[in-house]
């Protein structure tokens, strides 16, 4: 390890850096991913070391009070399947048609999360929505450079950590890199998300089709849970009732160590632009407040000024206060703390599988 593992985020960008490949990226007991340095192989070059963006802090010129609009697509179809406003597809649509690519999450076979790069419409579907479990980085960032290189538009969308690992691996600023982070309350351990989706297998007697959270169906202040199972059935349940959302949200039991005490929090951020959800949002028209979904969009940086104008007749936008913006949103600037049950999760849940865990940590508290 280069830091400490509790503050080490999985950015992965220290295994992308590596000239000789001498660090891989390996899953610890808990199902996060944390670099292995092979040292017999280390030519202790310190290229890690360097790029590594927790140790080195990232400095920026971004705007420290970034402007921050209310904002959705016209499109209500992307609106109503995305999980805020759909901002994040208005802008990877227009990168795409003019000839760009995008880099985001996505859901692999087994249904875990990695970033990949698309170029075509049909890509952003599967980028679109929030996916709740640690993305894995993979390559990203060597791919994110070579396609950088070649004079193409990249737009990158990720965590703030892996935003930062990004402009650590650049070591330059690029014109032609929209970099796009989210606020961002921490991402869940990809072991908890199998047993909880092995539970749901097990529940429904089916494998599962497609995980979809923050679904719309009672609205966007719901935070529903939509599961599609091969069979042809269907799970819904609210932030309350969805037992890895009580995990996540309510004890805090599966975040990653790192991401309760988060360096990418606060302004001015790495990003051109930030994405959220414009929690408690309070429109001049309130008949246009019709939880659907509003993204809150902050402008960092003037190329993201660009981008916005860009995508102007697309979208609904009207412009807040940041402090408006953030405030029903601590984790613009606060990270969570760890919940005292994570030890007695992660020592049981293999034993007693998800679902009786999470009910005798519910019980307990
Ligand atoms: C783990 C996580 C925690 C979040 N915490 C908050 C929060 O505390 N407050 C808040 O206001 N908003 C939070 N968000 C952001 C919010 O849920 C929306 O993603 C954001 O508002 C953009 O919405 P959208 O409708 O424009 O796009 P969406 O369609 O939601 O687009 C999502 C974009 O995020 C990327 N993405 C999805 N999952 C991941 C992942 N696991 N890792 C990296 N990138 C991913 C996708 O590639 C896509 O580009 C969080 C998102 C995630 C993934």
Known sequence: MLIEKEKCTGCGVCSNICPIN?????????GFLYPSIYLNNCTNCGRCEKTCPVINGIKNENNPQPPAYAAW???EDIRLNSTSGGIFSELAKKIISDGG?????????????????????DGIILLRQSKYVQSSS?????????????????MFVGTPCQCAGLV???GKSYDNLLLCDFICRGVNSPKAYTKYLESMEDEYNSPIKKVWFKNKINGWNKFCTKIEFENGKEYYADRYTDLFMVGFLKYNLYMRTSCSNCSFKGFPRNSDITLADF??????????DTDKGTSLVLINSPKGNDFLESIYERIFQEESSLSMAVQKNPCAF????????????????????????IEIIKLKK
Not at 101 to 112: M, R, T
């Open 101 to 121: 690519y995008v880099a985001g999450a996505i859901y692999n076979a087994k249904h875990l999360v990695e970033h990949c790069i698309i170029d075509d419409n």
């Open 168 to 170: 650590g691996f650049l």
């Open 279 to 288: 929690w408690g949002v309070s429109l001049r028209d309130k008949t246009q």
């Open 22 to 30: 001498c660090i891989d990226m390996v899953s610890d007991n808990e």
């Open 334 to 357: 606060e990270s969570p703390d760890i919940g005292d049950m994570r030890k007695f999760f992660f020592d049981t849940v293999e034993e007693l599988g998800f679902k009786e865990t």
């Open 138 to 154: 993979g390559n990203i960032y060597k791919e994110v450079k070579e396609i950088l290189n070649k004079d193409k538009s990249v």
């Open 73 to 75: 697509s016209l499109d």
